[in-house]
């Protein structure tokens, strides 16, 4: 397929077992950049890694502390690494940057996995001042090399302030990011640009409830090069993980392109117990 295409999926550090399901269907894609988010330092997550890096992907996955999570970039294209993570002091592997060449220039990536939160200030604050970090990250003089456009995209734990159906469980400092990739950041909702009413959601609650939690951010010269942004709710409805995807493609000519092949075939079988 021809441009620039993506796809971020919640894999929900999954077991080596359901990883490798998970990566039987991910072979089956056709997306140059995957940004895969809920990744630990795990079996299952080292089994994907391995199986992408033998098939001749470029392969990014720092490896968060034991109880933590973050957020694994696998690519057909060469990426360099973006520095952002060196910039938060708080949970730095909940986002993971790349660059990647294009005819149009440079394209910064950052697969972003937002904390999750309850109703304790405990986790409230642990959100609330993630958040803040990474949007003053985002905004770092010197952060990008010059003319780079940005894609932000992952489970960003976040809904747009008139989601379908509304909630009032979110608080004002999350609705306040939401609206500062927009307006501080100069990034569009990317499946907002194009389907301006369309309700679709890509995690359902316990009780039935739908959110838009993984979303996909662009800058707005990118956005003019966006053709297709859809969910892709396969993942969820097989049980792969309990989140849809997000695919998202540019006309952008991507350039070079690395020696791949099929990632499931390079991998080895699951240990059994």
């Not at 939160?117 to 803040?132: F, H, I, N």
């Not at 456009?149 to 609705?175: C, I, K, M, S």
Request: with cysteine.
């Amino acid at each position: 397929m021809s441009g620039l295409s993506m796809l971020t999926l919640n894999i929900g550090s999954p077991s080596e077992e359901r990883a490798h399901r998970q990566l039987a269907w991910l072979a089956t894609r056709h997306e140059d950049v995957l940004v895969l988010t809920e990744t630990r330092t795990s079996d299952g997550c080292k089994h994907l890694a391995d199986a992408f890096r033998t098939a001749g992907y470029a392969v990014l996955y720092p490896k968060p502390a034991p109880a933590e999570y973050g957020v694994m970039i696998v690519s057909k294209l060469p990426l360099q690494v973006d520095p952002i993570g060196t910039m938060l002091s708080y949970l730095p592997n909940r986002v993971t940057g790349a660059m990647i060449s294009t005819r149009m220039g440079l394209i910064r990536i950052l697969g972003t996995y937002v904390p999750t939160r309850d109703a304790t200030a405990e986790k409230t604050e642990r959100k609330r001042r993630w958040l803040s970090e990474f949007s003053s990250a985002m905004g770092a003089a010197g952060m990008t090399e010059a003319g780079a456009q940005t894609v932000v995209l992952g489970d960003l734990n976040v809904v747009e302030p008139d989601h379908d159906p509304a909630y009032t469980t979110f608080r004002w400092f999350e609705y306040d990011f939401y609206r500062g990739l927009t307006d501080k950041h100069g990034l569009l909702d990317a499946y907002r640009h194009l389907n301006p009413d369309r309700v679709e959601h890509s995690w359902i609650g316990r009780t039935g409830d739908g959110y838009r939690y993984d979303h996909a951010h662009c800058s707005k010269e990118l956005a003019e090069e966006l053709v297709e942004c859809e969910y892709v709710h396969e993942p969820r409805s097989t049980r792969l993980t309990d989140h849809s995807g997000l695919s998202i493609r540019f006309t952008v000519d991507a350039g070079t392109r690395l020696d791949t092949y099929d990632p499931f075939e390079a991998a080895s079988p699951p240990t059994l117990f």
